[in-house]
T-cell receptor, first 110, second 111 residues
Framework: GENVEQHPSTLSVQEGDSAVIKCTYS??????FPWYKQELGKRPQLIID?????GEKKDQRIAVTLNKTAKHFSLHITETQPEDSAVYFC?????????FGSGTKLNVKP | NAGVTQTPKFQVLKTGQSMTLQCAQD?????MSWYRQDPGMGLRLIHY???????DQGEVPNGYNVSRSTTEDFPLRLLSAAPSQTSVYFC??????????FGSGTRLTVV
């Protein structure tokens, strides 16, 4: 199966700063890489995703980059706001299964 | 259009009891799946289904059964609950093309 590692496990930034979360995976056949945001007590919500034929994707303050050769992808949040505080999970789609990272707790200090 | 509906939202079981967690979707997706979420361990796949009549095991299938008789429903059965099954359970449906949607979750406590 796939092995997904996510770093860091916690991240604290000042409001307005940027935040970067990185995930690595092991199987080069994996081809879909979404990121989820989970607020306390709520369900994971898809915030951005990227497919293996694309290197970068942006959606307003959020971007995801993918390096297939190195087998890693990263979530970039610019101009962070207190409402960005949550747990973020990366995921990797591999042969009908999603494998999730262990999560990053992002704290944006006002 | 409710998306993904999970019931119940909360449940307390005694060790050895059985129960079924319900998941229903009205998005007409072929793929459905069950995850459990434990503190510090992210989401782990229990079972999944690529269509009616087809199910397969995920990372942590032991102690759980599933069936998929219709496209809409994908129930998860605990045959003999154990304290180690205390967790939050999420059902999800979708595809890499359309993205995945999670249900609101079931918080299960086994005492």
């Amino acid at each position: 199966g796939e092995n997904v590692e996510q770093h860091p496990s916690t991240l604290s930034v000042q409001e307005g700063d940027s935040a970067v979360i990185k995930c690595t995976y092991s199987d080069s056949a994996s081809n879909y890489f979404p990121w989820y945001k989970q607020e306390l007590g709520k369900r994971p919500q898809l915030i951005i995703d990227i497919r293996s034929n694309v290197g970068e994707k942006k959606d307003q303050r959020i971007a995801v980059t993918l390096n297939k050769t190195a087998k890693h992808f990263s979530l970039h949040i610019t101009e962070t706001q207190p409402e960005d505080s949550a747990v973020y999970f990366c995921a990797v789609w591999n042969f009908n299964k999603f494998y999730f990272g262990s999560g990053t707790k992002l704290n944006v200090k006002p | 259009n409710a998306g993904v509906t999970q019931t119940p939202k909360f449940q307390v079981l005694k060790t050895g009891q059985s129960m079924t967690l319900q998941c229903a979707q009205d998005m007409n997706h072929e793929y459905m799946s069950w995850y459990r979420q434990d503190p510090g361990m992210g989401l782990r796949l229990i079972h999944y289904s690529v269509g009616a009549g087809i199910t397969d095991q995920g990372e942590v299938p032991n102690g759980y059964n599933v069936s998929r008789s219709t496209t809409e429903d994908f129930p998860l059965r605990l045959l003999s609950a154990a304290p180690s099954q205390t967790s939050v359970y999420f059902c999800a449906t979708g595809s890499p093309k359309n993205g995945y949607t999670f249900g609101s979750g079931t918080r299960l406590t086994v005492v």
